[in-house]
C-alpha cells in the first residue's frame, strides 16, 4: 500500500496528503522526542508496539535527540554533540516504534489526526509533505522555549539555548570571539570578551560556571593574547531577589558564593529592559556592555499551544492537564513533561519543568495505556520530588535531597552530588537503551576523553 493518499475532497482546507492507518491496532502517537516523549515511546515499543498489541508512532522536528540539561555544556564546549546525540531513526527500529519527521502546526480533534507542516532541506526541496497523521491516543510532549517577556531585542541579539542548533551557534560565536580577539593587531577591548547571561535559573547558572571553566581551557590552546583575568567577564542578571528561586535559599546561596569566589559578576534585582547588539540595559539605567548574550530567562509552551483546536492552556502556552495527565477538554490526549500543566490535589503551585518530571509522567503512562488497553481505568499520576543538583563544571556540585519519611531535605555536595547528578543523566540512558549498553558507552567515552582536549576548539 503507498503510504499516502489523497485527504477527502470535501475538506478544502486540509493539507493534500493524508497517512492511512497500517492495520486496526491502537495508534498512539508520541509528539516531541525530548527526555518525557523519547522515553515513552521506547518503553511503549517494548511494551506494546513489539508484541503487536498498538501501534507506536513517535514524531518530532529534529532527526536526533540530546537531553536537554546538556544544553549548557554544548553552548560551553565542553561537551561534543556528536558523541551524545541519539537518531529517532535508529531507536525506532531497535525498540518497536515508527518515527515521523516534522513539526506539528495543528490538531484535528473530530477526526483525531495531527497537523503536521511540509519540511524542506537547505536547498529549498521538500523532504517529507504536508500532512495528516491518524491518532487513536495522542500524547503531546513538545516541552518549552525560552520566554522573552516582551524584552525589546532578545530574539534579535540574543541567543536562547531551546535545541542543541541554538547551543552550538553559540559556541562557534564563542570561538571565532575569542580566535578574532587573538588575531587583531590592537589589545583586547573592554568589553569584547564579555558574555551576559539572562536568568539564573538552572541553566543560567550552571552555564555561567561551564563557560568559566572552558574558555580558561580554550585560552590555553594558545590563544596568549587573551588574559582570562583581565579580558574575560561573565555576568549572570537575575531580576529577583536571588538567584534559583525555584530551589531553597541556603542551596542558592552556596551557588552564589562559589560564582563569586569565580569572579562571576552576579547581579540580583536587575531588570533586562532592552538587548542591544553591544549588551544589556537594565532598568537602573546603567549598560553590561557584552559580546554575546543568552537570553535563559523564564519559560513558555511553543506557540502551536496557544489555540490547538480548542485545548485549554495556560497564558503561557501550557496544557492544563488533570491528574491523569489527559487534557481537561479531551481524554484521547495526554501532555507530559515542560508543556503540561498540573497543579497536584492540595497543591497551589503546579509540577515542576525538570527532567525528573517527565521521567516519571512518561513511567506513569506507560503503565496507563497498558490498563488502558486491558479496559482498566486511569490511575491519577503522583509526583515524588527527589530534591534538586545544580553543577558548576569542575568547581563544585551543590544539591538538596528529600527525605520521603521524614519528609525533610538533606543538603550534598562535592564529589557525592556530583556523582548523583551524573546518574540523572545515566538513567535517561538506562531508560533509552538498557544498563549493558549504557555500560559499554561509558567505559568507551572515558578512554576516548582521555586522548582528546576537554573544550571543542571548532
Given at each position: ?62 532527526r536526533t535527540h540530546i537531553w536537554k540539561p546538556l ?333 520521603f519519611v521524614s519528609g525533610k531535605s538533606m543538603r ?47
Amino acid at each position: 500500500m503507498n503510504e499516502v493518499v489523497s485527504s477527502p475532497a470535501s475538506n478544502s482546507s486540509a493539507p493534500a496528503l493524508v497517512l492511512p492507518r497500517s492495520s486496526d491496532k491502537p495508534h498512539i502517537v508520541i509528539v516531541g522526542g525530548g527526555a518525557g516523549g523519547l522515553e515513552l515511546a521506547t518503553q511503549l515499543g517494548h511494551k506494546l508496539g513489539r508484541k503487536d498489541k498498538a501501534h507506536i508512532t513517535l514524531v518530532d522536528k529534529s532527526r536526533t535527540h540530546i537531553w536537554k540539561p546538556l544544553l549548557h555544556e554544548i553552548a560551553a564546549g565542553s561537551m561534543d554533540v556528536g558523541r551524545h546525540e541519539l537518531e529517532y531513526q535508529a531507536q525506532g527500529y531497535w525498540h518497536g516504534f515508527k518515527y515521523r519527521y516534522g513539526e506539528m502546526i495543528g490538531l484535528d480533534r473530530a477526526n483525531k489526526r495531527v497537523h503536521l507542516a511540509e519540511t524542506v532541506d537547505e536547498d529549498g526541496r521538500q523532504i517529507t509533505p504536508d500532512r495528516w497523521l491518524p491518532y487513536d491516543t495522542l500524547v503531546i510532549a513538545v516541552g518549552s522555549v525560552s520566554n522573552a517577556f516582551g524584552t525589546p531585542g532578545v530574539y534579535q541579539n540574543a541567543i536562547m539555548l531551546d535545541t542543541p542548533e541554538q547551543a552550538e551557534r553559540f559556541n562557534r560565536r564563542l570561538l571565532n570571539a575569542c580566535v578574532r580577539a587573538n588575531a587583531q593587531p590592537g589589545p583586547v577591548r573592554p568589553g569584547q570578551l564579555h558574555v551576559a547571561i539572562v536568568g539564573a535559573g538552572a541553566t543560567g547558572t550552571e552555564l555561567s560556571a561551564e563557560l568559566h571553566s572552558s574558555l580558561r581551557g580554550l585560552v590555553a590552546f594558545g590563544l596568549d593574547k587573551i588574559d582570562p583575568e583581565k579580558d574575560i567577564k561573565i555576568t549572570l542578571i537575575e531580576a529577583a531577589p536571588r538567584i534559583l528561586t525555584a530551589l531553597p535559599e541556603r542551596m542558592a546561596d552556596a551557588v552564589t558564593n562559589v560564582l563569586r569566589g569565580l569572579k562571576v559578576d552576579v547581579r540580583t534585582n536587575a531588570m533586562v529592559t532592552e538587548v542591544t547588539s553591544e549588551g544589556v540595559k537594565l532598568a537602573s539605567g546603567e549598560f553590561i556592555p557584552s559580546e554575546l548574550v543568552v537570553w535563559a530567562a523564564g519559560v513558555k509552551g511553543p506557540p502551536v499551544l496557544q489555540n490547538l483546536d480548542g485545548l485549554e492552556a495556560t497564558k503561557n502556552n501550557m496544557l492544563v492537564v488533570k491528574p491523569t495527565l489527559q487534557t481537561t477538554r479531551d481524554d484521547n490526549i495526554f501532555a507530559i513533561g515542560d508543556c503540561a500543566y498540573l497543579v497536584p490535589p492540595g497543591e497551589t503551585t503546579p509540577l515542576p519543568p525538570r527532567a525528573q518530571t517527565a521521567h516519571q509522567q512518561s513511567s506513569h503512562l506507560v503503565k496507563q495505556f497498558q490498563r488502558m488497553l486491558r479496559g482498566e481505568s486511569l490511575q491519577p499520576f503522583k509526583y515524588r520530588d527527589f530534591g534538586s543538583l545544580v553543577s558548576l563544571a569542575h568547581y563544585s556540585t551543590v544539591g538538596n535531597l528529600m527525605g520521603f519519611v521524614s519528609g525533610k531535605s538533606m543538603r550534598i555536595e562535592g564529589l557525592i552530588a556530583k556523582t548523583m547528578y551524573r546518574s540523572l543523566y545515566k538513567m535517561h540512558e538506562v531508560a533509552l537503551h538498557g544498563p549493558v549498553k549504557v555500560a559499554l558507552d561509558t567505559f568507551s567515552r572515558l578512554l576516548t576523553r582521555r586522548t582528546e582536549p576537554h573544550v571543542k576548539l571548532h
